[in-house]
């Protein structure tokens, strides 16, 4: 009887559709970010940099908490790692209510802590899982089909921010100056109030999916896999030994870093060169951004059957660069459609980076290797802040500057590893 139920399990899609899903909802809180550094910034009057750590906080625990979550997964399994990341999710999209209630920006940048903690078991956990429900020979297409719902979760957030978060009031300098004691705490409480009703229902429904995940019977197969003993003790030093590797995790700490600062800037970068855009408005660019990224993904995908996978990232990153130095030299309405168009080519890069670094690798090797390129999130924190202290001294516009140095260094990781392979 046990055997005919995970013989059952095995050959339900429920399972698969439930890990997918994650995808999904990973993505909703990454762009969600990009609308709260705007909101963020008008109600609690911050600076750019002070704004930026909005995306400081997330990605730190992207940091932190990627390797603890690749031990857990060793220790106790797939799925009981995407159920306590969730959990960490949803707890911390609950704690955007008291922290509108207390009005305090220390305590928002907390609980999107403590939902990038969440996100980096999802993350550790999903992309593996994936591969195991279902034939071994179709892993590669469950996964693309599984990256395609990321884009469709990120613009999913953008509207939500657009319509639900944004409020269409926005005070000048001027204005904001001459408003009473009492009107200005109005204000902020108005503003921030604005996060806790989409926030709330972000956590009940990701509690919810948990609990339908830890409900769910999954393929007892992977209960004898997770338990296996890693026999390779050495993996790590090797990973850290080979210079390869390491180019490849710089690689993708600037990737990281310069796709979350084109992104968390745009809305910013659209007001300050087009003076008198609303942010809603604006929020337009982020949405045509994300289904650039999208289209990007399908296409690269095809263009890698005609084309070599470092040859079209090396040729994407080129084009970036040309990109951002072009927003930088014309701000305006053509420098914000050519960060739009950058989203289109940062699509195949975080992968692709991602391949080539775990590549004919064992499994420890892999495992680990996995867990380190996931912690080169971190860049997204560092740079984004560094975009903010650029933007205050210089001008948002200049802060592109940034991620254009960022394609550079990953155009020449995808020359260097050509150059390496033959």
């Not at 559709?17 to 911050?46: R, T, Y």
């Not at 739009?340 to 992968?351: E, G, L, N, Q, R």
């Given at each position: ?6 013989r059952?399990a ?6 698969l ?14 762009n969600?970010?990009?609308v ?27 940091f932190?908490?990627a390797?603890p ?13 995407v ?23 220390g305590?928002?940048?907390?609980a ?6 969440g996100?980096?078991?999802l ?28 884009p ?11 319509h ?8 000048t ?9 009492a ?5 902020v409480?108005?503003?921030?109030a604005?996060?806790q ?11 919810a ?17 997770e ?25 993708q ?7 979350v ?8 970068y659209?007001q300050?060169t087009?003076p ?6 604006a929020?337009n660019?982020?949405l045509?951004?994300?289904?650039c ?12 059957r ?15 660069v ?13 420098g ?6 950058c ?8 992968p ?12 420890d ?20 802040a560094?975009?903010?202290a ?20 990953i ?12």
């Amino acid at each position: 009887m046990a055997a005919s139920s995970s013989r059952a399990a095995g050959r339900s899609p429920l399972p698969l559709a439930l890990i997918v899903s994650l995808f999904f909802l990973w993505g909703v809180a990454n762009n969600l970010n990009d609308v709260l550094i705007p909101q963020f910034k008008k109600a609690f009057v911050l600076n750019d940099f002070q704004a930026g750590l909005v995306q400081s906080a997330f990605y730190l625990g992207y940091f932190l908490v990627a390797m603890p979550a690749g031990i857990y997964m060793r220790r106790f399994g797939y799925k009981s790692a995407v159920v306590f990341g969730l959990a960490l999710y949803g707890l911390g999209a609950l704690l955007f209510w008291p922290a509108a209630q207390q009005g305090t920006y220390g305590f928002f940048l907390f609980a999107l802590f403590v939902i990038a903690s969440g996100l980096a078991f999802l993350e550790t956990s999903a992309n593996p899982f994936v591969t195991l429900l279902g034939p071994r020979e179709s892993a590669a297409r469950r996964l693309n089909l599984a990256q395609a719902f990321n884009p469709l979760g990120s613009i999913t957030g953008i509207l939500i921010g657009q319509h639900f978060i944004f409020s269409g009031v926005e005070h000048t300098p001027e204005q904001l100056a001459a408003l009473s004691a009492a009107e200005r705490a109005a204000f902020v409480a108005h503003e921030t109030a604005a996060v806790q009703l989409p926030y709330l229902a972000i956590g009940l429904v990701v509690l919810a999916w948990g609990l339908l995940i830890l409900l769910t019977r999954f393929p007892a197969v992977h209960a004898v896999e997770e338990g296996a003993v890693p026999r390779d003790h050495g993996a790590l030093a090797r990973l850290l030994g080979d210079r390869r590797f390491l180019a490849t995790l710089a690689a993708q700490f600037f990737y990281v870093g310069a796709q979350v600062g084109v992104w968390s800037y745009l809305i910013r970068y659209v007001q300050a060169t087009m003076p008198g855009t609303p942010a809603k408005l604006a929020a337009n660019y982020m949405l045509v951004s994300l289904a650039c990224f999208m289209a990007g993904r399908f296409a690269g995908s095809a263009l890698m059957r005609y084309v070599a996978p470092r040859r079209l990232l090396a040729l994407f990153a080129a084009v970036n660069v040309a990109l951002t130095v072009f927003a930088v030299a014309v701000p305006g309405v053509a420098g914000a459609c050519a960060l739009v168009a950058c989203s289109f080519f940062m699509s195949v890069m975080y992968p692709t980076i991602f391949a080539l670094g775990v590549e004919g690798r064992g499994d420890d090797e892999r495992k680990l290797g996995s867990a380190l390129l996931v912690m080169t999130i971190i860049g997204g924190a560092v740079l984004t802040a560094a975009m903010g202290a650029v933007s205050d001294a210089a001008g948002i516009s200049r802060a592109m500057l940034v991620p254009a140095a960022s394609f550079v260094v990953i155009l020449l990781f995808a020359r260097l590893r050509g150059a390496v392979e033959r």
